[in-house]
């Protein structure tokens, strides 16, 4: 076992790399856990597509029904915010009230690189999130409400530009309907001191975010923890950390670190087919990727390519995308008609992965449209 900060730190490989990865992904087999239990292990799980934490939970327990998240998202126990890299995420409430101030300057430096700033030059910005906030004590808006209504206030201003001024200044959540299975709604936005009855904690330093991070994505460079959080000066907290870190080298020298007691499985141990949702943070974790896929495949940032719903593992590598075609193209989540998963690999798999993937695609097609009636599995590869 090696210590902290060791005069020549073991050298883990990128299959080794991948079945921690996997492991702490709750991807090498299903878990008997809690849906808050799990956003709160994976810090927290990307949301711009409403439905995909439902599948990226389906994929990780052994026994989770879509009501289970829903409930925690009308309960308010669980809300939709941005967070990481300023892209919307699903955390419990008590993620989202201890971190929305680490990624406060985040939001606030994304927000003056924007357009939006640009379009808002010569106003008093501080006094269009005042108002905006008396907007918003009144009850949920969308953005183009609280933008039409921050317009009358500042008439020839672009109304959209004026309702993104609230996103760096205002801890704000995204609410239901939207985000909740089988619901549908303009993405609304409430005051999280209102919509959580808490006030958002005021301390902001990245600590805890960086260990908790490494137990869900680790071992991990100072590099791999910037890209996940979008957040700059991580070597400094890094360093700061080091007496509870442990360190490794990857097989290119760099440094990686990680928590003493994380699960570096075998690199020996087999990894089951598995399909993930879209923007799956599991392919989006690391600066450097290639611990789940080869350099020649750009990132998979679906859907918006091709119709794609999700991404396809197999031995735990990146090997394709998945997609559910209803009919001659009707909505993917209807209750009723036939449906097809259409799998899309990169290359010919074995005969076992195909197995193994239509198994898992029929169980996939039973938790999102349980009420189809045919239901096929269809694997492609470029021949």
């Known amino acids: 076992m090696p210590t902290a900060r060791s005069a020549a730190p073991p050298v883990l490989g990128q299959r080794a790399l991948n079945r921690a990865l996997l492991a702490r992904q709750l991807l090498l087999e299903r878990v008997d856990g809690t849906a808050a239990g799990t956003v709160e292990h994976l810090v927290g799980m990307q949301a711009q597509a409403p439905n995909a934490p439902y599948v990226g939970l389906w994929t990780r327990l052994s026994a989770f029904a879509p009501v289970q998240l829903?409930?925690?998202?009308?309960?308010?126990?669980?809300?939709?915010?941005?967070?990481?890299?300023?892209?919307?995420?699903?955390?419990?409430?008590?993620?989202?009230?201890?971190?929305?101030?680490?990624?406060?300057?985040?939001?606030?430096?994304?927000?003056?690189?924007?357009?939006f700033f640009r379009n808002l030059v010569g106003l008093d910005l501080d006094e269009v999130a005042r108002m905006a906030r008396n907007v918003l004590e009144t009850g949920p808006r969308t953005g183009a409400e609280l933008g039409r209504l921050l317009a009358e206030r500042w008439p020839g201003r672009d109304p959209l530009s004026l309702a993104t001024v609230v996103r760096p200044r205002l801890a704000l959540v995204q609410?239901?309907?939207?985000?909740?299975?089988?619901?549908?709604?303009?993405?609304?936005?409430?005051?999280?001191?209102?919509?959580?009855?808490?006030?958002v904690d005021s301390e902001s330093a990245p600590d805890q975010l960086v260990l908790r991070y490494l137990g869900a994505f680790g071992p991990a460079t100072v590099a791999?923890?910037?890209?996940?959080?979008?957040?700059?000066?991580?070597r400094a907290v890094v360093e700061r950390l080091q007496g509870e870190l442990l360190t490794f080298h990857d097989?290119?020298?760099?440094?990686?670190?990680?928590l003493p007691g994380a699960p570096r499985p075998d690199p020996g141990v087999a990894a089951p087919a598995r399909y993930l949702p879209e923007y799956d943070n599991l392919l989006l974790g690391h600066h450097d990727r290639t611990r789940v896929m080869d350099v020649e495949h750009s990132?998979?940032?679906?859907p918006g390519n091709g119709g794609v719903l999700g991404s396809i593992l197999l031995d735990g590598r990146f090997a394709g995308g998945w997609r559910i075609v209803r009919g001659s193209g009707g909505r993917a989540n209807a209750d009723s008609g036939d449906v097809r998963l259409q799998v899309d690999l990169l290359v010919e798999p074995p005969e076992s992965d195909r197995r193994a993937l239509t198994d898992e695609g029929q169980s996939l097609l039973g938790f999102v449209v349980p009420g189809a009636g045919q239901r096929d599995v269809v694997i492609g590869w470029p021949k």
């Open 70 to 115: 829903g409930s925690l998202m009308t309960d308010r126990s669980t809300v939709r915010a941005p967070l990481m890299r300023d892209t919307l995420h699903l955390v419990t409430a008590r993620d989202f009230i201890a971190l929305r101030p680490v990624f406060a300057p985040l939001l606030a430096r994304r927000f003056r690189a924007s357009p």
């Open 175 to 199: 609410i239901p309907p939207r985000g909740v299975w089988g619901m549908s709604g303009a993405p609304t936005w409430a005051l999280a001191e209102d919509w959580l009855g808490h006030v």
């Open 224 to 234: 791999d923890i910037q890209n996940w959080s979008g957040l700059s000066g991580i």
């Open 251 to 258: 097989e290119r020298g760099r440094e990686l670190f990680d």
């Open 299 to 302: 990132t998979p940032l679906f």
